[in-house]
Nanobody, 124 residues
Framework: QVQLVESGGGLVQAGESLRLSCAFS????????MGWFRQAPGKVRECVAA????????YYPDSVKGRFTISRDTAKNTVYLQMNSLKFEDTAVYYC?????????????????WGRGTQVTVSS
């Protein structure tokens, strides 16, 4: 069974950066598409980054494009979300998710495995 554990969240000021990490275990990491989602109080769950299982394609919504970058380190079975130029609106709980042989979908229902999330708070 896939297990995902996020880390790296915290409190930062607007304009600063954070890098989130998601440790993957239980299956072959390279066979899974990975996504990062966030959910803030009163808002719908939003995909902020995704990468296909092959690493050939990535997805970013307009709200984070140019600021967030998803990457993976196969040797460490870890996926990262680099977040630069953070805004107050980025405040949310951030979750990583895995989709076997996925194409990097932005739809959360495609993902079968989820971490428990890490809080990111951006002060203004």
């Amino acid at each position: 069974q896939v297990q995902l554990v996020e880390s790296g969240g915290g409190l930062v000021q607007a304009g600063e950066s954070l890098r989130l990490s998601c440790a993957f275990s239980g299956r072959t990491f390279s066979n899974y598409a990975m996504g990062w989602f966030r959910q803030a109080p009163g808002k719908v769950r939003e995909c902020v980054a995704a990468m296909s299982w092959s690493g050939a394609s990535t997805y970013y919504p307009d709200s984070v494009k140019g600021r967030f970058t998803i990457s993976r380190d196969t040797a460490k079975n870890t996926v990262y979300l680099q977040m630069n130029s953070l805004k107050f609106e980025d405040t949310a709980v951030y979750y990583c998710a895995a989709d076997y042989r996925g194409m990097g979908s932005s739809f959360f229902r495609r993902y079968s495995d989820w971490g428990r999330g890490t809080q990111v708070t951006v002060s203004s």
